[in-house]
């Protein structure tokens, strides 16, 4: 079943990755690159939950920031 609010995020993060697929090459700096992407939507996320205004968006926020980080994980350790 799809789910307007997953795929708004979903949709942002497609955009995002089309727009600097061009700059993106494969080294270290895509991961830290993913890496940040993922940390800024957790903020995000975190901020609106602790400023109480947690919405489904929050949440399938939280979720998508998990997915990309396990996805990190394949890359190897993340940095501290």
Same mark, same amino acid.
């Given at each position: 079943?799809?789910?307007?609010? $997953?795929? /708004?995020?979903?949709?942002?993060?497609? *955009?995002?990755? %089309? &727009?600097?697929?061009? =700059?993106?090459?494969? &080294?270290?700096?895509?991961?830290? %690159?993913? %890496?940040?992407?993922?940390? *800024?939507? +957790?903020? #995000?996320?975190?901020? %609106?939950? #602790? /400023?109480?205004?947690? &919405?489904?968006?929050? =949440?399938?926020? +939280? #979720? =998508? $920031?998990?997915?990309?980080?396990?996805? $990190? *994980? &394949? +890359?190897?350790?993340?940095?501290?």
């Amino acid at each position: 079943k799809s789910d307007p609010a $997953c795929n /708004a995020v979903l949709g942002d993060l497609m *955009q995002w990755l %089309e &727009t600097n697929k061009a =700059a993106l090459g494969p &080294t270290e700096d895509n991961k830290i %690159e993913v %890496e940040l992407m993922a940390l *800024q939507i +957790f903020k #995000r996320a975190d901020d %609106e939950d #602790r /400023a109480g205004n947690a &919405t489904k968006n929050t =949440a399938v926020a +939280f #979720r =998508a $920031c998990s997915i990309i980080m396990e996805v $990190c *994980q &394949t +890359f190897g350790e993340m940095p501290p």
